[in-house]
């Protein structure tokens, strides 16, 4: 047996820089490359003035700059550009590739039977052949036991009945040597997984919060930092683990349908304000628990050790599990491990006497956070690898949370996440139900951010390239849908179509979304700046509320797994950090149109929660114009239709659907919508800012 092996053909891009002044050194970036501003120098070698590099890139869309003289400038050349977020644009460039279009494609087709998988197989070319390769969790399963008749394909599953676990089903379809997507389902005890049966970490729905931020449980553990120059936007504001607690208990994450939580560090920080290396130098705390002091004491403002273990319990007796966000790449300085083991941490001064603070890119293994957080140094001291990689299991084995966020994935070594790994599955995952899930935090190309997903490191990543695109398209009036297409279909194509990448909308790093829907910063706003002077006050316009409903209905319907920033559910608004982390409100201390968001993002989440195709099925875009996108999402039990229209009026939109689902109408899920079949066409009209799920009836 021959297994087929995906492969990429990258295509050719030629970026040509003309001057109309003399220069010496011209450079291409974007992030193709991670925004290397060294790595691809452009040469000007026919001398005609014109300075040239060759790329061989993926399919996708990507954004790039030229640096002139270390200058940064978009294409001129270039008509298509994005605001950057840094006060000027990047050219916009696109790329298509021959291989993708000679692909073939298989969907699922229900089938109310729990021993058989139905599906299609649509050929690149009509005339072309399919055949199906399939596997039984690693293994090769017989051929004997499927037929293709019709384009239509039939695995029977009957043989395995009798067997007992959980295993898994992999089957993906080549044509003319070239492989298409993967499918992907689940056999519980030999049967097919319905949709409540057991939960794998596709199923997660992740919230996360900051714990200082989100509510004041034990009013007799605050303790503020005192400082004169210190604002108090960035110092303790009260949040604790006993209020996440009775939250739990009170059952605010079950209605809304949360299952996982994200809590960040608990470890015991500093009780000073320090002063941050870049200018205006401004002075913070460690409220957000980055800058952790023990490997092992909680801190006293959050709660003791024994009040954590009692918030994995309570979670765990709701149905929720509880990742724990992990600081491994530094440390602070009053750290003991620093003030005892100097040679496990790298130096700040750099050999050109400059200071190696935030150089991201340059020197990302080495890099400080700032003068007072030192770097771990795993790379030449492994008695500090050895180290952290024991505290993670200890925090796993002592608490019983259910896995990582991982701070700064990138700046910590490939060998770290590998022996972090590897010790995870020797000493805790024989112990349980349920692995450990392990999801990073890397900025980068697809190919940084993937290579630190795999089975010997971690599970997942946040996947940031598909959120830029996303938020770019929902903010800015000429976003067009078929670039957020593209970006799915990438990062299925790049980190596997079975992948479990976390999706965002906000982030305690970012912007929140709300303050651009509602208009008060633009992408080429300085957020950080915005969060110190002039800040948005509170949501102002209705459709902001609207539009968000949309980027949440496509946040939660598509592949991967969703996470919901605190405050997401009600549409909180703010600047970049400290702004974006402002006190969770509750209850009476929502408005109206709050209180009626929460209930509407809780009918989205839900729905995730109770269809199965939109947490395990396939993905087939239907239909992309400028404002409106149409996708399907099916498995072995339900074929479902997602619609989205982010533009203020209303569109109309007549679509033919594919012959094989045998669509006969179809009905929203949200508002009970009838809508004909007729030879496979159907004519909707969609309201301004509207996202629909609708399910076949055939």
Known sequence: MVLPVITKKKEEVIFRYKPDKKVFKVFVMGNFNNWNRNSLPMFDENGNGTFERTVLLDDGVYEYQFVVDKSEI???????KVDNGFGSFNSLLRVKSAQKENSPSIYFLPYKNNHTIRIATIPAKKKDQIKLTILKDNEIYPSHYSNIENNIAQIDLSQLSSEKGISTIRIVATCNNQPGNVLTCWLYNGKLVKNTDTFFWKDAIIYSMMIDRFYNGNPTNDNPVQHTELDQRANFKGGDLAGIIQKIEEGY????????????????????AYREWPE?????????????????????RFGSMDEFKTLVNVAHKHGIKVLLDFVSNHTHKEHIFFQKHRNWFGTLDLPDGSKNIRKWNEYMLTTWFDTFLPSFDYVNSNEALEAMTDNAIWWLQ??????????????????????????????????????????????????????????AMLDAQFSFNQFFTSRRIFVEK???????????????????????????????DQVRMMAFLDKDLTLSDNGTERAWQNPPIEVDHKFAYQKELVFLTYLLTVPGVPIIDYGDEFGMTGANDPDNRRM?????????????????????????????????????????????????????????????????????????????????????????????????KISIRIPAYTGDVWIIKC
């Open 74 to 80: 978009w294409d001129p050349v270039n008509p298509e």
């Open 253 to 272: 994450f079950n209605d809304i349908g949360i299952n996982t939580l994200w809590i960040s560090p608990v470890n015991k920080t500093t009780n000073k």
């Open 584 to 680: 969770m409100r509750f209850g009476n201390e929502l408005k109206p149109l709050e209180k009626k968001q929460i209930k509407n993002t809780s009918k989205i989440i839900n729905l995730r929660k109770k269809h199965s195709a939109l947490r395990r099925g396939d993905y087939l875009n239907l239909f992309t114009s400028k404002d409106v996108m149409i996708y399907s999402r099916g498995d072995i039990y339900e074929r479902l239709i997602v619609v989205l229209n982010k533009g203020n009026t209303e569109q109309k939109v007549t679509l033919n659907l594919p012959k094989w689902m045998k669509c006969k109408s179809l009905q929203s899920i949200i508002n009970k919508d009838l809508i004909k079949v007729n030879d496979n």
């Open 478 to 508: 000429e976003g067009n849908f078929r670039d957020l297409n593209t970006a799915i279909e990438k990062a299925l194509e790049v980190y596997g179509y079975n992948n479990v990448m976390g999706n965002i909308m906000d982030s305690h």
């Open 280 to 300: 205006p130098h401004r002075y913070f705390t460690g409220y957000h628990g980055y800058w952790p002091v023990s490997a092992t004491e909680t801190e006293p």
């Open 398 to 455: 002592e608490t019983g949370i259910d896995g990582f966020r991982h701070d700064a994935t990138k700046h910590v070594p490939y060998k770290f996440w590998k022996t972090l790994t590897r010790k995870i599955k020797t000493n805790v995952n024989p112990s349980r139900k349920l692995d450990v899930y392990q999801i990073g935090e890397s900025f980068g190309g697809y190919n940084l951010i993937k290579s630190f997903v795999n089975p």
